[in-house]
T-cell receptor, first 114, second 112 residues
């Protein structure tokens, strides 16, 4: 009865490198959400995906950030050419359906850009 | 606006009750949630309340909802040191899907 699995737990990248964050939703969940938590801040919504579709990416920066949730495999949040300001904890959540079902969160990936 | 407001810090003694308050903005929010985050961990869903309810009790947790004032509170009875964590209030915007808007969190510190 695994929960939401995120890896890696910690990721260190130099400025200009690419960061790839992976998320496997809870079993039976086909809705995935990515949130970012900056130090001493709450969580900010980035993107909502269903299998093979981006439903809402209104919280995602227009440049350098992309997300996908392929038919097979985990959801990927990709950050190209990382900058120091990208250092944060990135949390993935999944839900059972599109409506008001609760979000279940993973333990996050802590990205540090040096 | 879409801000969810919470007090930043609460300190209580073990065995006392803790009350964490939250105000939200979207009067059409259908569900309101409380999450708990321990250091270095993800968010654990504690409880949630549907907007047509005034109160929900779940063991040591009591959630009160005042829709008129858009005020939500979480009461933890017999607070334990293991309850020390950051507590986040979150609302679903009326977007038709489960996108949550979070407050900045209340850090609860329980001393022995």
């Amino acid at each position: 009865n695994a929960g939401v699995m995120q890896n890696p737990r910690h990721l260190v990248r130099r400025r200009g490198q690419e960061a790839r964050l992976r998320c496997s939703p809870m079993k039976g969940h086909s809705h995935v959400y990515w949130y970012r938590q900056l130090p001493e801040e709450g969580l900010k919504f980035m993107v909502y995906l269903q299998k093979e579709n981006i439903i809402d990416e209104s919280g995602m920066p227009k440049e350098r950030f992309s997300a996908e949730f392929p038919k097979e495999g985990p959801s990927i949040l990709r950050i190209q050419q990382v900058v120091r300001g990208d250092s944060a904890a990135y949390f993935c959540a999944s839900s059972l359906d599109r409506g008001n079902s609760p979000l279940h969160f993973g333990n996050g990936t802590r990205l540090t850009v040096t | 606006g879409e801000d969810v407001e919470q007090s930043l810090f609460l300190s209580v003694r073990e065995g006392d009750s803790s009350v964490i308050n939250c105000t939200y903005t979207d009067s059409s929010s259908t569900y309101l949630y409380w999450y708990k985050q321990e250091p270095g961990a993800g968010l654990q869903l504690l409880t949630y309340i549907f907007s047509n309810m005034d109160m929900k009790q779940d063991q040591r947790l009591t959630v009160l909802l005042n829709k008129k004032d858009k005020h939500l509170s979480l009461r933890i009875a017999d607070t334990q040191t293991g309850d020390s964590a950051i507590y986040f209030c979150a609302e679903i915007l009326n977007s038709g899907y489960s996108t949550l808007t979070f407050g900045k969190g209340t850090m609860l510190l329980v001393s022995p």
